[in-house]
């Protein structure tokens, strides 16, 4: 399926907004002078070693 030039500069603004919405959307949701919710500090202390975890287990399971 080839794309239009419309098509294309659509999907390309589309996926420039995505990207800078999701760098600038926790500025506005967590602004500096307010303390984080206990959820986002939980998941922010769990969620890199489970990443980790599931990254290595697949990887290793990629060679049985």
């Known amino acids: 399926m080839i794309l239009t ?3 294309t500069f659509i999907m ?3 996926v ?3 990207a800078g919405l999701t760098r600038f959307l926790p500025f506005v949701l ?4 307010k303390e984080l919710p206990k959820s986002i500090t939980y998941l922010g202390r769990v969620l890199p070693p489970a990443i980790l975890a599931l990254r290595f ?3 290793v399971k990629e060679y049985r």
């Open 5 to 7: 030039p419309l098509q």
């Open 12 to 14: 390309v603004l589309a």
């Open 16 to 18: 420039a907004l995505g």
């Open 30 to 33: 967590f602004p500096e002078n």
């Open 57 to 59: 287990f697949n990887s």
